[in-house]
């Protein structure tokens, strides 16, 4: 129970960071962007001791977009994870470490991540993110904010 916990919170996370600069311009000089994302994430089938990867939607900062996430399992209370967001303008990469806490509803997290490029308009995205979430009891679903500032 605690790696499909982890699994699925680390997926959670990198997920709202990556659609937070869906609606960004392209520039020649990068400004910063404050971010302010929803997401949610439904685990897809995984076999074998790979990473778990979760798929979804993230909506708010820069518009709405779809993401997939790869999360490796450190133990039961840390999982590291990385996505990868689509928009129309690009996509958006990000790693995360994410914190977990199992209750008797589900479980929360928190943790923090980096956005690490991507193509078309987040080509140099760069910044710094904050996640904060839930997941349903059984983990077949999540919910989450991510807050921050990305340069691009």
Same mark, same amino acid.
Do not use: E
């Given at each position: 129970m605690f790696r499909k916990t982890v699994a699925l919170l680390g997926v959670v996370a990198v997920? =709202? /960071?990556?659609? +937070?600069? +869906?609606? +960004? *311009?392209? /520039?020649?000089?990068?400004? &910063?962007? &404050?971010?302010? %994302? #929803?997401? *949610?994430? @439904? &685990?897809?089938a995984t076999s074998g001791q790979g990473?778990?990867?979760? @798929? =979804?939607?993230? /909506? $708010?900062?820069? =518009?709405k977009g779809t993401v997939v996430v790869k999360q490796t399992?450190? /133990?039961?209370? *840390? #999982?590291t994870s990385t996505s990868v967001a689509t928009y129309k303008k690009g996509k958006l990469n990000a790693k995360f470490t994410i914190t977990q806490m199992?209750?008797?509803? !589900?479980?929360?997290?928190?943790?923090? !991540? *980096?956005?690490? $490029? $991507?193509? =078309? %308009?987040? &080509?140099? +995205?760069k910044g710094n993110l904050k996640v904060t979430g839930t997941a349903s009891s059984n983990l077949a679903s999540a919910k989450l904010k991510i807050t921050g500032t990305i340069k691009y």
């Open positions: 997920a =709202g /960071s990556t659609a +937070a600069v +869906a609606g +960004a *311009k392209t /520039s020649h000089h990068a400004t &910063k962007h &404050k971010v302010n %994302i #929803s997401a *949610k994430l @439904t &685990k897809q990473p778990l990867v979760y @798929t =979804g939607t993230v /909506s $708010g900062t820069g =518009g399992i450190i /133990s039961a209370t *840390k #999982s199992i209750t008797s509803s !589900g479980t929360t997290f928190t943790g923090t !991540g *980096k956005t690490t $490029g $991507g193509t =078309g %308009i987040y &080509k140099h +995205a």
